[in-house]
């Protein structure tokens, strides 16, 4: 199965942009690239995702690597309430989803 | 409002004691999961259903049953519960596509075997 990495941890102030990294070397051709994020003792709740191209919806921005090997997660103003584990997942054409450790976001005031 | 709800949202019962999970949701989604979450290991798949009567397992499946017999519904079965059963429960739902659909969590159960 493909898998994701992203770092451990993430630190960002208030206001300021964030982008979350995350590699996927060895993604098939079908696979979509998602985001989730864990807000603290909540269920996962959908970011964003996309396949070649970037996308942009009220909550983020998703650029993805022209070889699709890496993508970014851009939070253009962090605030204190997108503290949370961001999850970077390869969903797969039959809607398998397999998570990884995240990265955990501090935002600090 | 579209949503996934489990129930309960926590339990503690006893080793051995039967116990049955329940997830339901109101989007009319072909696709269901269930995860757990443990400290240190993230989310882990125990069973996903492609539709009504298709189910298969997921990378954790051992002590756990479930079943898929309305679309809506997609309960998590221990018949015999153990301690290390003891974890945070995610039942997922989404609607069939080709990977770009959006999933929805539930709340969570948190379960205590002691």
């Known amino acids: 199965d493909a898998k994701t990495t992203q770092p451990n941890s993430m630190e960002s102030n208030e206001e300021e942009p964030v982008h979350l990294p995350c590699n996927h070397s060895?993604?098939?051709?079908?696979?979509?690239i998602h985001w989730y994020r864990q807000l603290p003792s909540q269920g996962p709740e959908y970011v964003i995702h996309?396949?070649?191209s970037n996308v942009n919806n009220r909550m983020a921005s998703l650029a993805i690597a022209e070889d699709r090997k890496s993508s970014t997660l851009i939070l253009h103003r962090a605030t204190l309430r997108d503290a949370a584990v961001y999850y970077c997942i390869l969903k797969k054409y039959n809607n398998d989803m397999r998570f990884g450790a995240g990265t955990r976001l501090t935002v600090k005031p | 409002e579209a949503q996934v709800t489990q129930n309960p949202r926590y339990l503690i019962t006893v080793t051995g004691k039967k116990l049955t999970v329940t997830c339901s949701q109101n989007m009319n989604h072909e696709y269901m999961s269930w995860y757990r979450q443990d400290p240190g290991l993230g989310l882990r798949q125990i069973y996903y259903s492609m539709n009504v009567e298709v189910t298969d397992k997921g990378d954790v499946p051992e002590g756990y049953k479930v079943s898929r017999k309305e679309k809506r519904n997609f309960p998590l079965i221990l018949e015999s519960p153990s301690p290390n059963q003891t974890s945070l429960y995610f039942c997922?739902?989404?609607?069939?596509?080709?990977?770009?659909?959006?999933?929805?969590f539930g709340q969570g159960t948190r379960l205590t075997v002691v």
């Open positions: 997922a739902s989404s609607s069939q596509g080709q990977g770009n659909t959006e999933a929805f």
């Open positions: 996309g396949l070649t």
């Open positions: 060895t993604i098939s051709g079908t696979d979509y």
